[in-house]
């Protein structure tokens, strides 16, 4: 049985983006390997072994093209509201909290936030399916 490990994102601002994904998911530098044309380095926590792979080719000043096929990744927190209010403190413009309800029940609480390089993350309440 296949087991996700990562995703990869590629960025511009490599200190800027650790500094994000620090600040923001509480995500820290769990790996870095420095290649004469690229950096990979891995972030993580403690709540999953599932990384984010920030890949920095060296020398490109162009934005990444991200299409109209990236949808988004998604994390989990206790407390979606908790969160927003903390991450919109830290200057990083969340949007609005938002819920679906299904069958007259709760189905989700989140929101979403941007990467500097303009990924999207979808940051949802632990709540039913999502743990």
Do not use: C
């Not at 927190?77 to 609005?96: Q, S, T, Y």
């Not at 709760?106 to 632990?126: H, N, S, T, W």
């Amino acid at each position: 049985m296949a087991k996700a490990i990562h995703s990869m994102i590629r960025v511009l601002d490599l200190d800027r983006s650790i500094e994000f994904y620090r600040d923001a998911l509480h995500l820290e530098v769990a790996a870095r390997f420095d290649f004469d044309d690229f950096t990979l380095v891995y972030l993580r926590n403690a709540e999953a072994d599932f990384e984010i792979e920030l890949t920095l080719n060296k020398g490109r000043t162009e934005p990444y093209q991200l299409g109209d096929g990236y949808g988004h990744i998604a994390v989990a927190v206790d407390d979606a509201r908790a969160d927003r209010e903390r991450i919109a403190a830290l200057g990083l413009k969340p949007g609005d909290v938002k819920e679906f309800h299904r069958d007259g029940s709760l189905m989700a609480r989140f929101f979403f936030i941007q990467d500097p390089d303009g990924y999207k993350i979808e940051v949802l309440e632990k709540h039913g399916r999502y743990q």
